[in-house]
């Protein structure tokens, strides 16, 4: 029952072994009378190492049975190993030519099986690509119905909204009187959103949702002047800021001695896909959008870092921080220290989940250590 009940296209000997043309009388004949003959005396050696193989597959079935403590296994192939450790060589070879005829009469079902199993996972990838699908338009639909009712809310509140857009644009003062004032609107907003019975009766994450798209429409409306609070001066800073890195992209190389990447880690540079995250930045008009840009860059990165890595390892802050300041040096994202002002006036570091904070304040110390550079070419 164990040897039947295996599959021999593991028994590397097995596999190549065909019974004999003579029937079985004549070999059990020729067996008793004389083994002097060359050929039948290789045939006797191919079939003592097909036995021999088949010996060593129930070894090997006997330790994974061990290992899954499978005893009443254990004791079937214990007695299948004795068995057949006490056949003679005319029982070997009725023994091996039965479980070669056994086994090619259940080939073509075992065939049939594994056909059965790669068509049932083809259709399991194919259904869970569906639904895939199905969850990303279901996201998109309540993203433009969260929106819609949005937009109908600030139609309500159009008189306070030019009034605060009036007030803002004239407002004098520091950059983080306007992010306060800024702040107290959008409160007030949102403690009138929340008031509204049709949005009660949402759940937690749409409301967060809504939330973002409020915040997305308002801050789009007073960007300018909040993304560049002192006017001329912020965009003078970040032309020097730019200029600085222009010039560093021309020194500076994965060799150079304030970069200095591992060779392993190479082979992806400049790592396009990154530089792209860190361009897209200027798209968005919340802050913390553009903590996801930095977010995305980031895994963009640690992703390339873990496919170079031969030994496996996790990527750790040692390996990213080296390689996202040269992303940042070869991308060179416009107005960079206005964004930076931006997020941390308009959106709390602290309070943003524990893998955000942590790529943006690497984010933000690549860009402090490359204003500290010099443009000294060697390495």
């Not at 992010?179 to 009138?192: E, I, M, N, P, V």
Request: include cysteine; glycine fraction near 4%.
């Amino acid at each position: 029952m164990v040897l039947t009940a295996a599959d021999f296209s593991f028994v590397p000997r097995f596999r190549s072994y065909h019974p004999p043309v003579e029937n079985r009388s004549e070999n059990r004949a020729n067996s008793q009378s004389d083994f002097g003959d060359n050929r039948r005396g290789s045939e006797f050696g191919d079939d003592a190492k097909s036995l021999h193989s088949v010996q060593v597959f129930l070894q090997l079935q006997l330790a994974e049975a061990i290992n899954t403590q499978d005893r009443g296994r254990m004791a079937q192939i214990h007695e299948a190993t004795r068995c057949v450790s006490m056949l003679n060589h005319v029982s070997s070879l009725a023994l091996l030519e039965g479980l070669s005829t056994d086994y090619a009469s259940r080939l073509p079902y075992i065939s049939y099986l594994v056909r059965c199993r790669q068509g049932l996972l083809d259709t399991v990838d194919y259904l869970e690509r569906l639904h895939g699908r199905v969850e990303r338009d279901m996201e998109v639909c309540t993203q433009y119905l969260l929106s819609v009712h949005i937009h109908r809310f600030l139609e309500r509140c159009a008189d306070e909204i030019t009034e605060f857009e009036s007030k803002f644009s004239t407002l004098d003062g520091a950059a983080d009187d306007k992010s306060a004032y800024l702040g107290q609107f959008l409160d007030r907003l949102y403690d009138g959103l929340a008031s509204d019975s049709r949005w009660t009766v949402l759940p937690d994450s749409a409301i967060q949702d809504g939330y973002m798209i409020l915040e997305r429409i308002i801050l789009s409306q007073t960007y300018r002047a909040t993304f560049y609070p002192n006017g001329e001066m912020d965009i003078s800073r970040d032309v020097v800021l730019s200029d600085h890195i222009e010039r560093l992209r021309g020194i500076i190389t994965v060799d150079h001695r304030h970069i200095q990447i591992r060779e392993c880690f190479r082979n992806e540079m400049p790592w396009p896909s990154a530089q792209a995250e860190l361009l897209a930045m200027s798209a968005y008009r919340t802050p913390r959008d553009k903590v996801l840009c930095v977010v995305r860059c980031c895994l963009a990165i640690m992703n390339l870092l873990s496919l170079a890595c031969s030994e496996g390892g996790a990527v750790g802050a040692d390996e990213l921080q080296p390689v996202l300041i040269f992303v940042v040096m070869r991308a060179n994202p416009p107005s960079l220290l206005s964004t930076i002002q931006y997020v941390h006036s308009l959106c709390k570091i602290e309070n943003l989940p524990g893998a955000e904070a942590y790529y943006w304040n690497n984010f933000y110390s690549a860009v402090e250590f490359i204003k500290t550079m010099d443009y000294k070419s060697d390495i």
